[in-house]
């Protein structure tokens, strides 16, 4: 069985591990299911999940991280083999995992910097790129999103690496990559692909990766409004954590196609249904 395992709110909140779960993927893993972590986070490198869930004891490997840049990248090439050149809006993590699928990367905080120092114009700033990805940039500024607009206006995909509106960090909410995606929307007038979830083309990505058919997938999440419907989005079957954002009185209100296939408190009672869904 493939397992999609979410990973904040699910293995680990914030900077603590949630009881139980890495020793419950292990056990999992031992006995023949796959397991891929996918994240709508735009923020970090696929080595630094390895490293911090191989920390806690989790069954973890760099290819069985399936966060929304890397996603965004196997899709690019996927849709469209031409492009080589790619303007990233978005942390270093978003940079690299562009650099490593084999595309030139063009940061616009660089681009930015150019237009700056060099007095050049936006567009040749950011190099004529074939596709415009944004994520969570948390140097924003007005230039670097000129420079991102203008290579959209000029014709490059514009591809979002996930539209969460906001991003919990121990200081409370901030803005999230679906606000920096929706200035650029607002300015160019231009709807984004958007790769995480909710869309299905994260869960289609990370299935991928291991040969399967996501609709043979189980979706382990803590989000109603993102893993859920995912899940859904993909025919895959979902159970929801209460280990995260959602309460049991919200997991409870959901009716019909909206209910997950199981809700689970903690570790126990999701081995419990992962146990109920093999059977089923
Ligand atoms: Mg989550």
Known sequence: MLLLVDLDGVVYR?????????????????????VVYVTNNSMWYRADYVERLAAMGAPVSVDRVVSSPRATALYLREVDPGIERVLALGGPGLGRELADAGFTVVMAGDAAERVANEAIDRFEAGGRPGAVVVGLDPGLSWERLGVACTAIRAGALFIATNRDATYPTEHGLMPGAGAVVAAVEAATGVSPVSIGKPAPLLLQQAARVVGADPRA???????IRT???????????????????????????????ERPDAIAADAFE??????RLRGG
């Open 14 to 34: 914030g900077t603590k591990p949630i009881p139980g779960i890495a020793d419950l993927l292990a056990r999992r893993v031992a006995a023949g299911d796959e």
């Open 217 to 223: 997938a189980v979706m382990i999440g803590d989000g």
């Open 227 to 257: 893993d859920l419907l995912a899940a859904r989005a993909v025919g895959a079957r979902s159970v929801l954590m209460l280990t995260g954002v959602s309460t049991r009185a919200e997991a409870e209100a959901l009716r019909g196609p």
């Open 270 to 275: 999701l081995e419990a249904a992962l146990r």
